[in-house]
C-alpha cells in the first residue's frame, strides 16, 4: 500500500542544519517532493528527486534517497527562522504520478 | 503571473448546507487537482480535472461531493448537505499540460478552510 511517514517535530537553533526524515512503502515510486507550509499558506515546492538519483543538492537544500530502504531526507544548511514552517514529504508513484501522497508533515522550529 | 487563487479564504457552514470552493489556476495552466487536508493530517488527493473532463476522481468520497473546471471559470468544488466531519483546508494545486519533461508539477493556492457548525 501507500504510506509515507515523517516525525512530527524537529526544533534546532539558528544556524545550525536541519535534518528532516521520510520513510515511504511503495518501491514504485517515481518522484519524491518536499514541500514547504508557513502558517496560513498554501504549499510551496521546495525540491523534488527523481527515483534513479540518490543526491539532489540546491542552495541549502541537499535530498537524500535510499531506495533499499525507502528513506528520504531533507538537510537544510545554515537553518534561519524563516525556515520555521511545517514540511511535507510527498511521493508519486507510476502511472499515477500526478496524484501526490503526502507524509503528516514535521513541524520545524527554530530557535534563535 | 498570479498565482493559484482560491476563494473564499474561509468558510463557515452550518450543518446541512451547501458549500462552494473556487479555483482559478495560473495563467496557462490547463489541469487542476483538489487536496483535503484534515487538522494534523497530510494532503489527501481528492481530484483530477482538465479543462472540462474529470481525469481521475478515486480520492472524492462517493457522495455528496462533485467537482467541475469548466471551460470558462475557475474550477469548483461543491460539498451538499455539509456534515462536521467535512471540517477542512481544501486546498487546490494547478499545473502546466505536460510536455513530458519534469511531470504534474504542481503549484498550490492558499488554500479554503471549511468549518462546519
Known amino acids: 500500500g501507500e504510506d509515507v511517514e515523517q516525525s512530527l517535530f524537529l526544533s534546532v537553533r539558528e544556524g545550525d542544519s536541519s535534518v528532516i526524515n521520510c520513510t515511504y512503502t511503495?518501491?514504485?515510486?517515481?518522484?519524491l517532493y518536499w514541500y514547504k507550509q508557513e502558517p496560513g499558506a498554501g504549499l510551496q515546492l521546495l525540491t523534488y528527486?527523481?527515483?534513479?538519483?540518490d543526491m539532489k543538492q540546491d542552495q541549502r537544500l541537499t535530498v537524500l534517497l535510499n531506495k533499499k530502504d525507502k528513506h528520504l531526507s531533507l538537510r537544510i544548511a545554515d537553518t534561519q527562522t524563516g525556515d520555521s514552517a511545517i514540511y511535507f514529504c510527498?511521493?508519486?508513484?507510476?502511472?499515477?504520478?500526478?496524484?501526490?501522497?503526502f507524509g503528516s508533515g514535521t513541524r520545524l522550529l527554530v530557535r534563535p | 503571473n498570479a498565482g493559484v487563487m482560491q476563494n473564499p479564504r474561509h468558510l463557515v457552514r452550518r450543518r446541512g448546507q451547501e458549500a462552494r470552493l473556487r479555483c482559478s489556476p495560473m495563467?496557462?495552466?490547463?489541469?487542476v487537482y483538489w487536496y483535503r487536508q484534515l487538522p494534523e493530517e497530510g494532503l489527501k488527493f481528492m481530484v483530477y480535472?482538465?479543462?472540462?473532463?474529470?481525469?481521475?476522481e478515486s480520492g472524492m468520497p462517493k457522495e455528496r461531493f462533485s467537482a467541475e473546471f469548466p471551460k470558462e471559470g475557475p474550477s469548483i468544488l461543491r460539498i451538499q448537505q455539509v456534515v462536521r466531519g467535512d471540517s477542512a483546508a481544501y486546498f487546490c494545486?494547478?499545473?502546466?499540460?505536460?510536455?513530458?519533461?519534469?511531470?504534474?508539477?504542481?503549484?498550490f493556492g492558499p488554500g479554503t478552510r471549511l468549518t462546519v457548525t
Open positions: 494545486a494547478s499545473s502546466p499540460p505536460n510536455k513530458g519533461q519534469f511531470p504534474y508539477e504542481q503549484y
Open positions: 511503495d518501491s514504485s515510486s517515481t518522484y
Open positions: 528527486i527523481f527515483s534513479n538519483m
Open positions: 510527498a511521493e508519486s508513484i507510476g502511472d499515477s504520478s500526478y496524484k501526490l501522497i
Open positions: 495563467k496557462g495552466h490547463s489541469h
Open positions: 480535472l482538465q479543462k472540462e473532463n474529470i481525469i481521475d
